[in-house]
């Protein structure tokens, strides 16, 4: 299982590492000290949120922000600074920055924040039609994640296409020809022992979610079934 990644910039060696230590807890941070090498960061990764402080060295975080913002226009971007103007306040919101943070901050209000950001981030794209709610997990079929406020799972494609075809057709029986042809085009037996083998995964990490389970039907196939 895999955390919600953070791109942290933060020149202030002190602050960074406390800032970094409290969140590591609950996510997965990514520290830079300065713009330029954060912005090399950002292009080598994927983040699903980023925290920048203002006043860096080499590119501040008004400009870094600028260019993720061409690079990703809706990741969710908060500003961490000790600049206290309404003007700078006001020019980083325009920017795109969906928060701003003065310096010194509370903890416990940065976490709120990013949970809010990183809700509202995925629910946006559930109307796209490719997020599907399984119990208390959320189904991100293009991006082969299942994924809570808390937590991702990171799944094969053919697991992802498996979850897919399977809540395509929750509770009702699919056949085993049916979905190997529908996953490989084929039927035959290493297909059919790899088709267990997803399915295996797949039971373990829907294990803990009551009134959801993937029967199996001697003979003839399988069933997705949703209480």
């Not at 260019?67 to 000790?82: C, D, G, Q, T, V």
């Not at 020019?91 to 795109?96: M, Q, S, W």
């Not at 010194?104 to 950001?117: G, R, T, V």
């Not at 997803?198 to 039971?203: E, K, T, V």
Request: charged share 30%; hydrophobic share 40%.
């Amino acid at each position: 299982m895999s955390k919600f990644k953070i791109l942290y910039a933060e020149d202030d060696e002190t602050l960074a590492f406390l800032t970094k230590d409290h969140l590591n807890q609950f996510y997965e941070v990514t520290h830079c000290s300065d713009g330029t090498s954060c912005l090399d960061t950002f292009h080598a990764n994927i983040f699903d949120i980023c925290i920048l402080d203002i006043m860096m060295p080499k590119m501040d975080g008004f400009e870094l922000a600028e260019k993720i913002r061409i690079l990703n226009p809706e990741i969710p971007i908060i500003f961490l600074s000790a600049k206290t103007l309404k003007e700078d306040r006001i020019k980083g919101l325009r920017i795109g920055a969906d928060d701003y943070l003065v310096k010194p901050f509370s903890m416990e209000e940065l976490i709120l924040k990013i949970e809010i950001f990183l809700k509202r981030s995925y629910k946006k794209i559930i109307p796209e039609k490719r997020i599907y709610i399984v119990g208390k997990y959320q189904f991100d079929c293009e991006n082969y994640t299942v994924f809570t406020e808390k937590e991702k799972i990171a799944l094969t494609q053919r697991e992802s296409d498996l979850l897919k075809l399977f809540l395509d057709n929750k509770n009702k029986v699919l056949k085993r020809e049916e979905i190997l042809k529908s996953l490989w085009g084929d039927d035959d037996y290493f297909m059919g022992r790899s088709l267990d083998v997803f399915i295996s995964r797949l039971r373990k990490i829907l294990a803990h979610e009551k009134g959801i389970a993937i029967e199996n039907l001697h003979g003839i196939g399988f069933k997705f079934t949703i209480q």
